[in-house]
C-alpha cells in the first residue's frame, strides 16, 4: 500500500513537471516573439506555473483547495511586482548581470511574499 | 497602429540547450510549489504559484542573444544586454499587475464553475496586462523622455 501511495505521488510529480515545463516554454516562445522588449516582458510574468498547479490541485484536492492557493498567489504576485522593479533598477543602477541582479532579488520577492502572509494572517 | 509586433525571426537566435533549460525550470518549478504545498499547506504554497524562477532564465536569455548580437557585429554589447534584460523586467513589473488580476479572478470564480474560472483568469491576466503596459507607455510619451 505504502509502494502504491509512493508510485502515485512520483507519477504525481513527473505529471507536474512536463505539464509545468510545457506551458512555461510555450508562454515563454510567445514572449519571444513579440516585440517591443517591454510588451514581451509581460510573458516573464505569465500564469504558466499557476495554470498546471491550479489545474492539479482542482483536480487532485477540489476547488476549496485551489481557493485559498490563489487567494495567497495574491500576496505572491504582489511581491513579484516588487521583484520585478528591483531588477530592472539593479541592472540600470549598478550594472549588475541578469543572472546575478534576477538571482540576488529573489530574497526581495521571499522577503516581501511572507512579509505580506504575516501581515494578512495578522489582519485575518 | 499597434506598436506591436510578431518577430518569428528571434527564434533562430536561440540555441537549443536554452529551451531545454526553461523547460526543465519551468517543470521545476511547478514540482517545487507541489512539494511546499503538500508539505506548508496550500497557503504558503499559493505564494509559490508567483514565483520569479522564469523571469530569471527569460532576463538571462534575452541578456545574451543582444551580447551575442552586438558581438557577431564587433561591439562589446554587455550594456546593451543588460538594457534589454532590464526592459523585461519593467514589462514584467506590469504583467505582475496581470498576474494579481488572475488570481483574484480565479479565487472569486472557481467554488461556482473550474473551467469559467480558468478562462476568465486567464483573460483577466491578458487584459490588465496589456491595459498596464499600454497605460505606462500613453504616459511616458506625455511625460516625455527624461533628462
Not at chain 1, 510567445?30 to 506555473?49: I, T, W, Y
Not at chain 1, 483547495?65 to 533598477?89: N, P
Not at chain 2, 483577466?124 to 500613453?138: D, F
Request: with cysteine.
Amino acid at each position: 500500500m505504502v509502494e502504491a501511495l509512493e508510485k502515485d505521488e512520483m507519477t504525481e510529480y513527473v505529471v507536474r513537471f512536463f505539464l509545468g515545463g510545457l506551458i512555461v516554454s510555450a508562454f515563454a516562445t510567445l514572449g519571444d516573439v513579440l516585440r517591443p522588449k517591454s510588451f514581451a516582458g509581460l510573458f516573464g510574468a505569465a500564469p504558466s506555473v499557476a495554470l498546471a498547479t491550479l489545474g492539479i490541485a482542482v483536480h487532485q484536492h477540489g476547488a476549496g483547495y485551489a481557493a485559498v492557493q490563489s487567494r495567497t498567489m495574491m500576496l505572491g504576485a504582489t511581491a513579484l511586482a516588487l521583484y520585478s522593479v528591483v531588477v530592472c533598477q539593479l541592472m540600470l543602477r549598478t550594472r549588475l548581470r541578469a543572472l546575478a541582479a534576477t538571482l540576488l532579488s529573489l530574497v526581495v520577492w521571499l522577503i516581501a511574499s511572507f512579509g505580506l502572509l504575516f501581515l494578512a494572517g495578522a489582519v485575518a | 497602429m499597434t506598436p506591436i509586433r510578431f518577430s518569428p525571426s528571434s527564434l533562430r537566435a536561440g540555441r537549443w540547450y536554452e529551451y531545454v533549460i526553461r523547460f526543465v525550470l519551468g517543470g521545476a518549478a511547478t514540482v517545487f510549489t507541489g512539494l511546499v504545498s503538500s508539505r506548508f499547506g496550500a497557503a504558503t504554497g499559493g505564494l509559490f504559484l508567483a514565483i520569479p524562477a522564469i523571469f530569471c532564465a527569460s532576463a538571462t536569455l534575452i541578456e545574451n542573444h543582444e551580447m551575442r548580437r552586438k558581438h557577431e557585429a564587433g561591439l562589446a554589447g554587455k550594456r546593451r544586454g543588460q538594457a534589454a534584460a532590464a526592459l523585461d523586467g519593467a514589462g514584467a513589473s506590469l504583467g505582475a499587475i496581470g498576474l494579481f488580476a488572475f488570481a483574484a479572478v480565479f479565487f472569486v470564480l472557481v467554488e461556482n464553475g473550474i473551467s469559467a474560472a480558468f478562462v476568465a483568469a486567464s483573460l483577466a491576466w491578458a487584459i490588465v496586462s496589456v491595459a498596464a503596459w499600454y497605460g505606462r507607455r500613453k504616459w511616458r510619451s506625455v511625460r516625455g523622455p527624461r533628462r
